[in-house]
């Protein structure tokens, strides 16, 4: 019923840069929060940005400063622009989005993408 498709990843130099975008399709009424994931090998998955469908945004502390999270609530989309990336910044990185479908407008139910992997080497 819905998909998530992120696209972006790749292998960047430590200090590089790199934007991430998550698409969401489907039968979708609306969207809630949308936010961006991480798994490091052999690490729990960890929480990196949120975005509300207002606009309002979480980070981790470890990436304060550096990510910037963004939506376009029209095109079902959330992006995000990592700068200063940092070894420790590699990861498989998974988009999450809270989604109420046609078909049940009145629940969110969490949908995740497949997951793109970035990679900060020298």
């Known amino acids: 019923q819905v998909q998530l498709v992120e696209s972006g990843g790749g292998l960047v130099q430590p200090g590089g840069s790199l934007r991430l975008s998550c698409a969401a399709s489907g039968s979708i009424f609306s969207i809630n929060v949308m936010g961006w994931y991480r798994q490091a090998p052999g690490k729990q998955r960890e929480l990196v940005a949120l975005i509300t469908s207002g606009g309002s945004t979480t980070y981790a502390d470890s990436v304060k400063g550096r990510f910037t999270i963004s939506r376009d609530n029209a095109k079902n989309t959330v992006d995000l622009l990592m700068n200063s990336l940092k070894p420790e910044d590699t990861a498989a990185y998974y988009c999450?989005?809270?989604?109420?479908?046609?078909?049940?407008?009145?629940?969110?139910?969490?949908?995740w993408g497949q997951g793109t992997q970035v990679t900060v080497s020298s």
């Open positions: 999450k989005s809270q989604v109420a479908t046609m078909r049940r407008p009145s629940v969110f139910l969490d949908y």
